[in-house]
């Protein structure tokens, strides 16, 4: 422990020393230079990046491909063309009361950044976040999950080969090394992971009035409503809940089903599965498993009190403890009390509950806290119109799920328990970024000395008034 408390202090003052003296006053070359040998080095070790995900869960290597790689290497494409926009001044006016003056927004890098990564999404969700902090001139140290140690372990490689330990560093271990990290006094944490841990992370951080960045999750709701295309649909929702295995903070938990397409959802769900997945889920080749025993059990776990108390399985339901699989299954029938309808699942598995009055539902999703996704599928702009006037959410997408995510000119982020802060592009640069207030006043007269005392002048009273009626 000690040598781990000397390895973070040590880093930590190189990365601050640096970023003070060098890295502040850089140049945006700097920055991009950065940015594109990372960019290059992924790009030469594509097969090295399936291989290690492939390796912790099995995920498939097309999925890795288009999931990890394209998103990662899209990101950085997407800072390099428009850093330059992002990083200019920003003019503000002032107004009368501001004659003589010059006012702007000056966009300036936060500092040493703290990234900690999850699981779910090994590599991309590492990356993305240092994408940003580089792009706004900050440095980074990097906490990967554990529970994914050959993707782990791949993005220290990788950080040794970019980069210098005073630009971006990684530390592996479990999460005694967040611990130790959290202790140090960082401009910015950006920490993705359940909301659990994002209130001890925002703890931490308090004790330094750090800014955090929190990407949590959440129930993410889907309304499906009588006038949706349920075919549409059915091969939406499966492929998101299917890819990744619905480790995934956007995947739907609970969908709302109009009662009178109840069973031609479910109908329409077998049809897409034999569309999309004619030879079967096949490990590996395309599905992966959940991530490790622990979270196989837990997950198993809930739909076992489910079944327990009434719940059925009307689409998937098999289980393979051995290799930790579960199909893509949709339960109904599931009390409220249960955790599959309080928890979030983060595995394929959704909940399904028919419903007769849209408003009742939107009312109980009220009651619920705020989740990082909300969806709708439905023809009627009526419908949609509604949901998304009196839904709360972090992100909300119409007539699909998930790929909302993607969207690079969109800010990514929850709402309350779902999240603080916004992710990706521009949203995820001004994360890192201080905007810093500049104001540059002429020297003598000013409009300003109008209104020094002394107050008893009657013209002065005058001037206030009239600046409090009209401007």
Request: proline share 5%; hydrophobic share 40%; charged share 25%.
């Amino acid at each position: 422990m000690e040598a781990l408390k000397n390895q973070v202090s040590e880093v930590f003052a190189l990365q601050r020393e640096y970023f003070l003296n060098h890295l502040k006053s850089a140049p945006l070359s700097a920055r991009k230079s950065k940015l594109k040998k990372l960019k290059k080095w992924i790009l030469s070790h594509e097969d090295e990046i399936c291989t290690a995900i492939h390796a912790d869960f099995k995920k498939p290597y097309f999925e890795t491909r288009i999931s990890e790689i394209f998103p990662t290497v899209s990101a950085i494409r997407h800072a390099l063309q428009n850093m330059e926009n992002w990083a200019s001044d920003d003019s503000a006016q002032g107004g009368l009361g501001y004659l003589f003056t010059s006012s702007k927004i000056r966009k300036e890098p936060k500092g040493v950044s703290l990234v900690i990564s999850p699981w779910n999404y090994p590599f991309m969700l590492a990356l993305e976040p240092a994408i940003s902090a580089i792009a706004a001139g900050c440095t980074v140290m990097l906490k990967p999950s554990e529970n994914t140690p050959h993707t782990s372990g791949l993005l220290k490689k990788m950080a040794e080969e970019v980069f210098k330990p005073e630009e971006l560093a990684v530390f592996l271990g479990d999460y005694t090394v967040s611990q130790e990290l959290l202790k140090k006094p960082f401009n910015h944490i950006f920490f993705t992971g359940s909301p659990q841990v994002g209130k001890i992370v925002m703890k931490a951080a308090a004790e330094h009035l750090t800014s955090v960045t929190l990407e949590l999750g959440g129930m993410n709701p889907a309304v499906i409503d009588e006038t949706a295309d349920l075919k549409d649909a059915a091969e939406k929702i499966l492929w998101a809940k299917a890819m990744n295995s619905a480790q995934t903070c956007v995947s739907v938990n609970e969908m709302y089903v109009h009662e009178s397409v109840k069973e031609k959802l479910v109908d329409a769900l077998h049809r897409a599965e034999k569309k999309l997945y004619p030879n079967g889920y096949k490990q590996g080749d395309a599905m992966s498993v959940l991530v490790n025993d622990q979270h196989f059990s837990n997950v198993k776990e809930m739909v076992t009190e489910a079944l327990g108390k009434g719940a059925k399985a009307v689409f998937g339901g098999e289980m393979d403890d051995a290799n930790r699989w579960i199909s893509p299954t949709v339960m109904v029938n599931v009390p409220k009390e249960c955790k599959l309808r309080n928890e979030e699942i983060f595995a394929p598995v959704v909940v399904l509950t028919a419903y007769s009055d849209l408003d009742q539902v939107i009312s109980d999703l009220q009651e619920k806290p705020i989740p990082l996704s909300a969806y709708i599928f439905s023809k009627s702009r009526k419908n949609q119109k509604k949901f998304l006037a009196r839904i709360q959410a972090g992100t909300t997408c119409v007539n699909d799920t998930t790929i909302q995510f993607a969207q690079p000119n969109l800010p990514f982020g929850g709402h309350g328990n779902s999240g603080v802060g916004k992710a990706h592009g521009k949203f995820g640069f001004l994360e890192f970024t201080n905007q810093r207030a500049e104001l540059r006043q002429r020297t003598g007269f000013t409009s300003a000395k109008l209104i020094y005392p002394p107050y008893d002048k009657k013209w002065k009273q005058l001037i206030v008034k009239a600046f409090i009626k009209w401007f």
